[in-house]
């Protein structure tokens, strides 16, 4: 499945819409975001990923209401584009793979649920996670002592987001707290050998 938009003297994105159901998106599958212009193409579907979704140009999900799912499938996004799941729940986990190293946006107050240990990319597939930007997100899994792990070299950044009781952070490489609230770590944190935990101030310096 593919998702093209043109450039002619404008940007024309695409888009699809299911309207009942679940877009399930097979193993062996890839659903492909592409085309000339830099805007993005929508998606609004309850989406399963088995598969690969593969964003070439940028690409948003509606996920509001919604669950997200890719805990066994892969997401490869090309540098300088994001992935961007716009609501609802998000839903990673131990088979979820990272290729290039794109963005994956969780925005409109979303909820990362680990459905088992979630290792970030690194290296040529560092992927970066972006939690709501500067605004609240919140990482949660239905199994206590679940990880998310951030590997030696990879690097997350907590802005004004929760980690609930029921998931725990291992950071291996860098994790950035910063905000103008406290962002709040409320499972278990291992700060390894190595790693950099760097609480820093945000600028609230007037306009």
Not at 78 to 106: D, Q
Not at 126 to 155: C, E, F, H, M, R
Not at 164 to 179: E, F, K, M, P, Y
Request: net charge negative; no cysteine; charged share 5%.
């Amino acid at each position: 499945m593919e998702f093209t938009n043109l450039y002619y003297f404008n940007e024309f994105p695409t888009g699809m819409t299911v309207t009942s159901g679940t877009l399930t998106n097979a193993a062996g599958a890839t659903l492909r975001s592409t085309g000339s212009s830099g805007s993005a193409n929508t998606l609004n579907a309850v989406l399963t990923n088995l598969g690969t979704i593969n964003v070439v140009q940028p690409l948003s999900i509606t996920n509001t209401g919604r669950t997200f799912t890719s805990s066994a499938g892969a997401l490869s996004v090309a540098s300088g584009k994001t992935l961007t799941v716009n609501g609802g729940t998000t839903t990673l986990g131990a088979g979820t793979t990272f290729s290039g190293t794109g963005t994956l946006s969780l925005t409109n107050t979303p909820t990362l649920d680990l459905a088992s240990n979630l290792t970030l990319g690194v290296g040529v597939n560092l992927v970066t996670l972006d939690l709501n930007g500067s605004s609240a997100a919140t990482v949660s899994s239905g199994t206590a002592g679940t990880k998310l792990i951030v590997p030696v070299g990879g690097a997350l950044t907590l802005n004004n987001d929760t980690i609930a009781s029921s998931a725990d952070l291992a950071n291996s490489g860098t994790v950035t707290v910063t905000g103008t609230t406290a962002s709040a770590i409320n499972g278990g944190l291992t700060n390894s050998s190595g790693a950099t935990l760097n609480v820093a101030a945000a600028d609230q310096s007037p306009a």
